[in-house]
């Protein structure tokens, strides 16, 4: 008995659990969980950070650099001592010596071909070119996660419909069944309409298979546990998608637009800045360098002594043995085996190429913008028509099923009208669906994406 009352438990608590368990995402959740877990952005932000760091570096390129030094020493061995030597005694004498020594040292640059300038110039623009880049890929992965959560809802749409065909052809089997049997209707009727619930069971698991695994997808692109059970919250969506028009878009100001906002297009630019600086940085390398330095120095040594007498460590370190010096020097490059000359080729070389690359990424662009133009154009027309043929398609089909009631039209008829308003809706809602991507992939091709407030 308890075995029995446990086990109805579990059958009773587990839905609520399950449900529970479930958990809602809306489309502009989606697209913060997407923008938040894409280890391609993450990546990204770190070579952004990256380049912060190397402008610092560069900028301290142009400060002095310090170094100090302190050593000690211990020696053993023969000394020649000319004190002795002109006693006439032995010269050479065993001694165990001790010093220490120290240092500071400071070498700036003064003239390097405005090599540090230059340096620091391609690194401003290395992080101008990183920046759109992640600009870039957050538009990638935003219009992704639309695109894939826009599918979903397309999927569940095609199912909801498949469904109710479904539930439409299950009563028709019915209504058949009765007719046959009183006999106003064959048999035949009663076969033919059970294989159509049959083929439309068919197209209910095949739109529930295409939504599993688009609903996959879509997980995937969010980086979240994909055992989890999610239900994807369904936005309002106008159905007056006739009020955009063509009369809102100029192809021309809209390739102007795309081309001045495109941020891979800005990301090239900056690295052809780049790849100008390092030419430059090649050429600085045929100018003369000119660095300057300064130095102070002393040392200690317990054989140091000053008419015989031994001198303190303080005074010889902070006093008798101190130096300082000054420097500037010349470095006047002559030949280098052509290193020089190749790299100066060779960055002109990537100049060309990177310039070559923009303009073909412009063409790109272009290509993009009128395609999507088109495409959009098309949708359009095609979204009228699809409207237009669902209301005439739902007019036969129930003018169709009133004529079959009374036995005015037959079970063929029928099901040619049933199986022409099923198709009407599906290419009303896929025709929808592909209106509302049109609008957002021109929005990507335009660099328009920012993924506040995404509706659609």
């Known amino acids: 008995m308890k075995r029995i009352f446990y086990l109805l438990t579990c059958f009773l608590i587990l839905p609520l659990v399950t449900i529970a368990q479930t958990e809602q995402i809306s489309l502009q959740e989606a697209i913060n969980i997407a923008l938040e877990n894409n280890y391609l952005l993450k990546q990204a932000e770190n070579n952004l950070d990256l380049t912060e760091h190397n402008i610092r570096s560069e900028y301290a390129d142009f400060l002095p650099t310090v170094s100090g030094r302190v050593s000690g020493s211990r020696t053993a061995g ?23 020594s120290g240092s500071v040292g400071a070498d700036i640059i003064i003239f390097d071909g405005f090599n540090n300038i230059n340096t620091l110039r391609a690194s401003q623009q290395v992080q101008i070119s990183r920046e759109e880049s992640l600009r ?29 065909n479904l539930v439409t052809s299950q009563r028709q089997v019915e209504q058949v069944r009765a ?15 059970e294989a159509q619930v049959a083929n439309d069971e068919l197209t209910v698991t095949q739109r529930q298979n295409s939504l599993n695994i688009n609903k996959l997808l879509l997980v995937r692109q969010l980086q979240i546990d994909p055992l989890g059970n999610y239900e994807f919250v369904i936005p309002e969506i106008s159905d007056n998608q006739e009020a955009n028009t063509l009369a809102m878009y100029n192809l ?31 050429r600085g390398s045929l100018f003369p360098t000119i660095s300057a330095s300064a130095s ?7 054989q140091y002594s000053l008419a015989g007498a031994d001198v303190s460590f303080s005074d010889q370190f902070f006093d008798q043995q101190v130096n300082r010096s000054l420097g500037l020097s010349i470095n006047i490059p002559i030949f280098n085996n052509w290193n020089r000359m190749y790299n100066i080729e060779n960055s002109k070389v990537q100049l060309k190429n990177a310039e070559l690359s923009l303009e073909n990424s412009r063409l790109q662009v272009i290509q993009e913008v009128t395609q999507a133009y088109n495409d959009y154009s098309s949708y359009l027309k095609e979204f009228s028509a699809a409207e237009k043929s669902l209301v005439a398609s739902e007019k036969a089909f129930e003018t169709q099923q009133q004529r079959y009631n009374v036995g005015a039209s037959t079970l063929i008829e029928l099901s040619q009208a049933q199986a022409s308003y099923v198709e009407a809706q599906s290419n009303y809602t896929q025709a929808r669906y592909n209106l509302i991507f049109q609008e957002k992939l021109l929005d990507y091709y335009l660099g328009q994406i920012t993924g506040e407030d995404i509706e659609f």
């Open 78 to 100: 023969q000394q020649f001592i000319f004190d002795r030597f002109s006693e006439g005694l032995d010269p050479f004498v065993d001694v165990t010596s001790e010093a220490v």
């Open 136 to 164: 870039r890929a957050r538009e990638n992965v935003i219009f992704t996660t639309a695109s894939r959560y826009l599918q979903v809802l397309l999927d569940m749409q095609l199912l909801e419909i498949a469904e109710e």
């Open 179 to 193: 007719q046959v049997d009183v006999g106003s209707r064959p048999t035949v009727d009663l076969y033919n309409q």
């Open 252 to 282: 021309g100001d809209l390739i102007d637009q795309a081309l001045l906002n495109r941020s891979d297009i800005k990301s090239e630019v900056a690295d052809i800045n780049n790849l100008r600086y390092q030419l430059k940085i090649a």
């Open 296 to 302: 102070i120095s002393s040392r200690y040594s317990d």
